[in-house]
């Protein structure tokens, strides 16, 4: 059973970082899709950014965040960071970090990550 717990969120002015960190537990020797997702109030939740534990791709598939956050692993850690710049008020979610067993032949839909943390809040004032 993968274990996944998330740190790092807080509240921030707009212009300001954070860094996100997933520390994961309960891995074997598989190679996995690990994600970042946010979901703000009253709306669905959205991916922010792929990784892929086999290899050093990533992916962005939300062209507002490219840019300005960058998706990152490291295995000896178990550990994927989501480092945050530039933050926008539109930015603020509670941002989840999900899990996937994958080949890494494609990128997984949220809805196939099978393992969650349990959030962590993120919110920049304007």
């Known amino acids: 059973q993968v274990e996944l717990v998330e740190s790092g969120g807080g509240s921030v002015e707009a212009g300001g970082s954070l860094r996100l960190s997933c520390a994961a537990s309960?891995?074997?020797?598989?190679?996995?899709?690990m994600g970042w997702f946010r979901q703000a109030p009253a709306k669905e939740r959205e991916a922010v950014a792929h990784?892929?534990?086999?290899?050093?791709?990533?992916?962005y598939p939300d062209d507002s965040v490219k840019g300005r956050f960058t998706i990152s692993l490291d295995n000896a850690k178990n550990t994927v960071y989501l480092q945050m710049n530039r933050l926008k008020p539109e930015d603020t979610a509670m941002y989840y970090c999900?899990?996937?067993?994958?080949?890494?032949?494609?990128?997984?839909?949220?809805?196939?990550?099978?393992?969650w943390g349990q959030g962590t809040q993120v919110t920049v004032s304007s």
């Open positions: 999900a899990a996937v067993y994958c080949s890494g032949s494609y990128w997984p839909f949220t809805y196939e990550y099978n393992y």
């Open positions: 309960g891995t074997t020797d598989v190679t996995y899709c």
């Open positions: 990784i892929y534990t086999g290899g050093d791709a990533t992916y």
